[in-house]
């Protein structure tokens, strides 16, 4: 018996309309109907793509009560959408035969999959965007702002975000925050000006099906939709009594519930195939810029996505099986237009794995081609060391210094980051590294951000060192000609084993005879280039990086680049910091604590955010103003000290050093005291307008006090009442936990970019971000790293791996710069 289409588009209907519950028929049940019809002998006019489609449709049917929600939803929008085209085409071929040339409506786009287009110009990954049907010269040049310039680039270009409209529901059953899809008709449409504004079009449609009614507003801001030229056509489009399909979030508004920001369009009746690509579908949503429609980027994916099929999975089979990923042109297509939740889910995953893999290929790839001086283990200075120093290691400090010799031991060259709480005990992490190198017959150098930071340092290791009979020398900006004369030229015969600066070290004329460790305290302080300048001082020597700034889990996890090292263990005696949140009518109560903590013969610190009155900011005091009122007006008994960035690094010494000794009991600063100022004394903390700093900075600001065994206190004053800054104050008083700060502090702002130079700020979408959570994306970092250490070590040129030899080629070059393969 031929196939029916007209029955078995009514029974998609009546399934869509009550439910997806697989109904009861009068002889068969609807998901037995439609596997029995799919499978039945088809008309001579199908096309064999038709044929096979139908026969993988009715095989679904035959699952379908097994199937979900959501997987029985895109099972009928496929039959729907294959009728419909197979409908469509008897009609054209019956026209053509009469004479008749009726014109049809435009068909719907057909179900993204990975095969050929049927469109007799053939788009590959290839083709620039200019070049496709249908974009323009302008419209190409727009796209360019959003880096796309080929079909290749627009196929890498994943959606932030779908929406499922596929849901169809009754009006009777829309519930408020659901997304869903309703058919009906049009009871009453309205498009008029608004009378008390004459640039707002007000749209409005009365929609109804046989469970009940629901109104839709749009509102349109322009004197173009004002035109009555416009509004008369937009009556037209929407008639009484025509069918509609609408798709958008369903919101409680004054009139009852109504669709948000909806998307609609007009059908021939309640049984047509909706050919949006918006309404009636999953959506995807695509990160955007400035004369970018949704329309216009969905557009362009829809008409490159046939290019799918063209591309070669680069990843051995193997590798795959093992790993339990999906094939590459699946992954692209479900990306974008995903079969289901879970075919997303496998896509993302798949396309993760491969940012992952490759970084760690290029990782790899890298390291063998340097050569890593190999430190022959002594311990004869440590011994010493250990004999000199006041304090027992914590665990964690032995843990990661064993970790650092390890690696100072191994085949390629150590690039290690400590990351470390404030007051964790880093230092003399680096100082056991340090001598490890030294004793090995090499130079070392530290390089810290600030002078501040620099003379602390210098001033705890040379103490030690001094007493290990091992020179170490300070080179900054402000050391003397003559002396910074000498400092170079023990550099350069060998003599002199460590070093310790600022960005001083970097500069021409530093030259090392045998670099063979560079360590870089807070090394987000220094650009990429900059600390690479330091590097090429040396023949690929070992590297340490320390960081006190807390490090978000998720971004140093898949830093591909890098072994990270935890110290999370305080030493003991050390007393929780007390941090409260203080509105300005609290401000007494911060003085009267002062007082107190001054009066035991503590002293405290009051930190500005800038140093001068500025345009933009102007409630905001200036350092030295301030100083100058609290010192005359709140705190004439004591002595203030002033410390801001642009003194000179003589009088940074000074001001610290006065404070170091006791002899001022306030000093008021700017944030120049984030890192490297240690006063065990210094137990009270007040950061005024706490809401205009970075969480990560609030937190290295409290790490200057509690470093002594007093009790100690963080006082952030803030005016702000926005829910948001109240909130990342509060994750302040929460937690003294660096790592739970920053990864708060990294939900909040956003991780900016982790390729290129940019290191801040909100950056554009990475196809990870569509993880569930960290625990998905690190699972996936780690089978990711394991794949590319598998391959690299069955065979370090690829060879026998042509295909993903190209594929890393490329991404080589993207991440290192220059060819690597001849």
């Given at each position: ?5 007209n029955?078995?588009?009514?029974a998609l ?6 439910g997806f519950s697989n ?8 998901a037995?109907f439609l596997?029995?019809?799919l499978?039945?002998?088809l008309p001579e006019?199908?096309?064999m793509?038709?044929?096979l ?6 095989s679904q049917?035959?699952q379908?009560?097994?199937l979900?929600l959501?997987?029985?939803?895109h099972l009928i929008?496929?039959?729907?959408r294959?009728l419909?085209?197979?409908r469509?085409?008897e009609i054209a071929?019956?026209?053509a035969?009469?004479?008749i040339t009726?014109p049809q409506?435009?068909?719907?786009i ?6 050929e ?9 290839d083709t620039?965007i200019?070049?496709i049907e ?7 040049v ?14 890498s270009?994943?959606?932030r975000?779908?929406i499922d409209?596929?849901r169809?529901?009754p009006i009777?059953d829309?519930k408020?925050?659901?997304t ?6 049009v009871?009453?449409?309205?498009c008029?000006?608004?009378?008390k ?7 409005e449609i009365?929609?109804?099906?046989r469970?009940?009614?629901?109104k839709?507003s749009?509102?349109w ?9 416009w ?5 037209r489009l929407?008639?009484q ?5 609408a ?6 508004s004054?009139?009852?519930?109504t669709?948000?920001n ?5 059908l021939?009746h ?5 050919q949006?690509?918006t ?5 995807p949503?695509?990160?955007l810029t ?12 829809v008409q ?8 070669v999975d680069?990843m051995?089979d193997r590798l795959?099986?093992d790993?339990q990923?999906?094939?590459l ?11 289901s939740?879970a075919t997303?889910?496998?896509a993302?995953?798949r ?11 290029v ?10 001086i190999?430190f022959?283990?002594?311990s ?6 250990e004999k000199i120093?006041?304090?027992?290691l914590?665990n964690a400090?032995?843990?990661v210094?064993a970790?650092?010799?390890a690696d100072l031991?191994g085949?390629?060259?150590m690039?290690?980051l ?5 007051g964790?005990g880093?230092?003399i ?7 490890t190198?030294i004793e090995?017959?090499y ?8 002078e501040?930071?620099?003379?602390q340092?210098?001033r ?9 009979n091992?020179?170490?020398?300070i ?7 003559a002396k910074?004369r000498?400092?170079l030229?023990?550099?350069?015969t060998?003599?002199l084993?460590?070093?310790?600066g ?8 530093v030259n090392?005879?045998?670099?063979g460790?560079?360590?870089?305290d807070e090394?987000h302080?220094?650009?990429r280039?900059?600390?690479?300048r330091?590097l090429q001082?040396?023949?690929?020597p070992?590297?340490?990086?320390m960081?006190?700034?807390p490090?978000?889990?998720t971004?140093y996890l898949?830093n591909?680049e890098?072994e990270?090292s ?6 003991p005696?050390r007393k929780?910091?007390?941090t409260?949140?203080?509105?300005p009518s609290q401000?007494k109560d911060?003085y009267?604590?002062?007082?107190r ?13 800038l140093v001068?009155?500025?345009?933009k900011?102007?409630?905001i005091?200036?350092?030295i103003q301030?100083r100058e009122?609290l010192?005359n007006?709140?705190?004439p008994n004591?002595?203030i000290g002033l410390?801001?960035?642009q ?8 001001a610290?050093n006065i404070?170091r ?7 008021v600063?700017t944030?120049?005291?984030e890192?490297g100022?240690?006063?065990p004394n210094?137990?009270?903390?007040l950061?005024e307008h706490?809401?205009r700093?970075g969480l990560?900075?609030l937190h290295q600001l409290?790490?200057?006090v509690?470093?002594g065994?007093?009790?100690s206190?963080?006082?952030?004053l ?5 829910q ?5 104050l509060q994750?302040l008083e ?6 739970f700060i920053?990864?708060r502090?990294?939900?909040m ?7 290129g130079t ?9 196809i ?9 994306r ?15 070590k069955k065979d370090?040129?690829?060879e026998n791996?042509p295909l993903l030899?190209?594929e ?13 393969f001849?």
């Open positions: 018996m031929p196939i029916d289409i029955r078995l588009q009514q209907s009546v399934e869509a309309e009550r109904l009861q028929g009068k002889q068969f049940l609807f037995d596997h029995v019809n499978r039945e002998d006019n199908w096309e793509s038709d044929r489609q139908a026969q993988t449709l009715a049917y035959a379908y009560n097994d979900s959501s997987r029985r939803q929008a496929e039959t729907r294959l419909y085209e197979v469509r085409r071929e019956t026209s035969l009469s004479g009726k409506k435009k068909p719907k057909e179900a993204i999959t990975a095969t287009p049927k469109s007799t110009k053939k788009i590959t990954p620039e200019k070049d249908g974009i323009g010269s302008s419209l190409a727009r796209f360019q702002l959003l880096d796309l310039h080929n079909v290749r680039d627009v196929l270009y994943y959606p975000d779908h409209y596929a169809q529901i009777s829309l408020n925050g659901d869903v899809t309703v058919i009906g008709t009871k009453k449409f309205g008029f000006t608004s009378p504004n004459p640039n707002l079009t007000i749209v009365i929609l109804r099906d469970t009940g009614q629901i839709l749009r509102f801001t322009g004197k173009r939709y004002s035109n009555r030229g509004q008369e056509i937009q009556k929407y008639p009594g025509c069918t509609i399909a798709s958008g979030v369903v919101k409680q004054k009139y009852g519930l669709l948000e909806y998307e609609v369009e007009v021939e309640t049984q047509d195939t909706i949006s690509k309404v009636g579908r999953v959506v949503v695509y990160p400035e004369g970018i429609t949704p329309e216009a980027i969905r557009s362009l994916v490159c996505l046939p290019a799918v099929s063209q591309i680069p051995p795959l099986r790993y990923m999906i094939r042109p699946d992954a692209i297509a479900q990306v974008h237009y995903p079969d939740s997303l889910e496998q993302v995953i396309l993760t794995f491969d940012k992952y893999f490759y970084r760690r290929l990782s790899l790839y890298r390291r063998q081609q340097q050569k890593a190999h022959v283990p002594k004869q200075a440590i011994d010493q060391l120093i006041p304090f027992e914590t400090q032995k843990r210094i970790e650092i010799r031991q085949q390629t060259p690039n290690r400590v990351q470390g709480d404030v964790s880093k230092t992490v680096a100082v056991y590294a340090l001598l190198a090995a017959g130079q070392t150098a530290l390089m810290a951000p600030t501040v930071l620099t003379e340092h210098y705890k290791i040379v103490e030690w060192f001094m007493q290990l091992l020179p170490v020398e080179l900054t900006g402000s050391i003397k000609t910074r000498e400092i030229r023990q550099l350069e060998g003599e084993p460590l070093v310790i600022t960005h001083a070290l970097i500069q021409d004329g090392f005879a045998r670099l460790l560079a360590v870089i090394q302080r220094f650009g280039d900059q600390r690479s330091l001082k040396g023949e690929d070992h590297v340490l990086i960081t006190a700034t490090i978000p889990r971004l898949t591909s890098i990270v935890i110290i999370d263990e305080l030493p005696g929780p910091i007390q409260v949140i203080l509105k401000r911060a009267d604590l002062i007082r903590e001054i009066a035991q013969g503590r002293q405290i610190y009051i930190v500005l955010p001068e009155e500025s345009e900011m102007e409630e005091k200036a350092a301030e009122h010192q007006v709140v705190f004591f002595q410390l801001h960035g003194m000179s690094s003589a009088e940074k010494d000074e610290i404070f000794r006791g002899e001022t009991q306030i000093l600063a944030t120049v005291i890192v100022v240690d006063i210094a137990s009270v903390m950061i706490a809401d700093f990560a900075q409290r790490g200057r509690g470093r065994s007093a009790q206190y963080c006082l952030l803030s005016s702000a009442k926005t948001t800054a109240q909130e990342r994750v929460q937690s003294q936990d660096g790592f920053a990864e502090d990294f939900q702002r956003g991780k900016g970019k982790d390729e940019e290191q801040s700020g909100h950056s554009s979408f990475s990870e971000d569509r993880l569930p959570d960290e625990a998905a690190q699972e996936i970092f780690q089978i990711a790293r394991e794949a590319a250490e598998r391959i690299i370090a040129t690829l791996f030899k190209a890393f080629e490329m991404h080589y070059q993207r991440l290192q710069g220059g060819a690597i001849t």
